[in-house]
């Protein structure tokens, strides 16, 4: 096998990087299996599905990584990413890393209003799309998003049918290129950015590799996953915790990681059994609704499942998972602060947690702390821990009248209101931070819904209403409704709050 420029696997960094651990299941078994498209790609983005062994993938990674540095896109600058659960969005990541970027991930449902406030932050010079996702366009989204960031200087695209100025990256792919010499990246360099809602507003939170493998790490080990496992990935690849549970468990695990992209159970059923999965990563109220309609007895390979909390208070209150062969591991996400897993026991129910240092039971003796939980003395709960992003929270927070504190905090307050149970010292969280909206996997502030809704006329009103499934749903009141959602479409507004002014009439 070739080695071009420095490569990750006998870089003399302590710690590898995400394109390392690539590559050691590419020197590994370059003819295996790596990646298999959703089933029903050609609905989602109007492209063919693909089967990718880990030589193929590298072959499709080094021709955008070339083409990423033949661009000249500068070592250390941002590329932003809003893709759909495909293999391009895998490739893409890969191969931005390989040529020394830093991936800025774009939640799907983000449009212009939050793409150019999140643009102009982190001062990206690249974005990359889908021409199509789901019938929405977000080809000619990005292009508007990108005129009103100045700081974009290249934009790509698969698919078909690509705006003018937007460079199709399929082409890329299929055609002939030079083998590129990437930089040598350290595994301490920043590798992700993502984007949170906090009570005190829009936060960028980047990361380092060792901070996103070590968040994979605290998932892999907890549940107990094999080497060369056969994952299903049915999360959207827009935060910390969903790319943690998903692309770094697949590269720790060297196997296959087959996608779906969410919405279709018939269709991920049909996945699961084509694939032969034995892991499923997906949002825990879904595994919890897969479960009950019987889907652990119609694919009796499935070993693992692994239920992502976006509303992290629900999951207390969760129904006992059934006794079955797959082993249920309940991941708590807090934003983009952190996470910490916790694998169920015999009796099917949440694992106690408990304050103080948390590692993998499963794992070998004297392994690492993967992180650890603290009562603030605010009542809520703090995270500390090798992949927590102290600085990203802190720096603003700790200021006060100008002055940094001398101790700063060594921990992030999550803002989610916890105590500690006198009668067996669990810690129980109790309620989300104040003044936030979960919506899914989307995060609003509160006061946002007024000062939109007021845009819409005085009798207009824009609510959250608690949900059990989406820790809240969106719901709205003006004068027309039909007019009410233009008027927010054309404020490029995130559809989530757009159809909160839905006609509820038919349906009543």
């Known amino acids: 096998m070739r080695q071009t420029g420095s490569d990750p696997v006998t870089s003399t960094s302590t710690s590898p990087t995400l394109d390392g651990l690539f590559r050691r299941s590419l020197l590994r078994q370059p003819q295996a299996l790596a990646l298999i498209d959703p089933a029903d790609k050609m609905r989602v983005t109007q492209t063919p599905p693909l089967r990718l062994t880990f030589a193929e ?34 490739l893409t990541v890969l191969a931005a890393h390989r040529a020394g970027l830093v991936v800025a991930l774009l939640p799907q449902l983000w449009r212009q209003h939050d793409l150019t406030t999140a643009l102009n932050r982190i001062g990206a010079r690249a974005l990359i799309t889908s021409s199509r996702i789901d019938g929405v366009s977000h080809a000619d989204l990005i292009m508007n998003a990108a005129a009103e960031a100045f700081s974009i200087r290249y934009v790509g695209g698969f698919g078909s049918d690509l705006p003018e100025g937007m460079t199709p990256l399929d082409h890329v792919l299929a055609g002939p290129f030079i083998e590129p010499l990437p930089p040598a990246t350290d595994a301490r360099s920043a590798a992700i950015i993502t984007f949170d809602i906090t009570a005190d507003g829009f936060r960028a939170v980047p990361r380092t590799h060792l901070n996103l493998i070590s968040g994979g790490l605290a998932v892999f080990l907890e549940s107990g996953l094999p080497q060369g496992a056969t994952m299903m990935s049915a999360v959207m690849p827009s935060s910390f915790g969903h790319l943690a549970s998903s692309l770094v468990t697949w590269l720790l695990s060297g196997g296959v990681l087959a996608l779906h992209h969410p919405f279709d159970n018939a269709v991920l059923e049909r996945e699961i059994v084509d694939a032969g999965c034995d892991v499923l990563v997906a949002p825990a109220p879904f595994t919890q609704n ?219």
């Open 57 to 90: 993938a590298d072959r499709e990674i080094d021709a955008l990584t070339s083409h990423f540095i033949d661009m000249g896109l500068p070592v250390g600058s941002v590329m932003a990413v809003q893709l759909p659960n495909t293999v391009e969005f895998v």
């Open 290 to 508: 897969l479960a009950e309609s019987g889907l652990l007895d119609r694919a009796p390979m499935l070993r693992h499942v692994i239920g992502l909390w976006r509303a992290p208070e629900q999951v207390e209150s969760a129904a006992a998972w059934p006794a079955t062969q797959a082993a249920c591991t309940d991941v708590y996400l807090f934003g983009e602060a952190g996470l910490f897993s916790a694998l169920r026991g015999g009796d099917g129910l949440p694992a106690t947690i408990l304050p103080g240092p948390h590692g993998a039971p499963r794992a070998a003796a004297g392994s690492a702390v993967a992180g650890e939980t603290l009562l603030t003395p605010r009542g809520t709960l703090g995270l500390r821990g090798p992949m927590v992003p102290v600085l990203a929270y802190t720096a603003q927070a700790d200021a006060s009248n100008g002055l940094i504190p001398a101790k700063p905090l060594d921990y992030v307050d999550t803002g989610y209101q916890a105590r500690i149970d006198r009668t067996n010292g669990a810690l129980r969280i109790t309620a989300p931070p104040s003044g936030v909206m979960a919506v899914g996997g989307y995060r609003f502030l509160a006061q946002d819904f007024n000062a939109w809704a007021q845009r819409l006329g005085e009798n207009a009103m824009l609510t959250a209403l608690p949900d059990r499934l989406t820790g809240h749903r969106l719901a709205g009141r003006a004068g027309d409704n039909a007019r009410a959602r233009e008027a927010l479409t054309e404020l490029g507004l995130n559809p989530l709050m757009v159809e909160a002014f839905r006609d509820r009439t038919a349906a009543e």
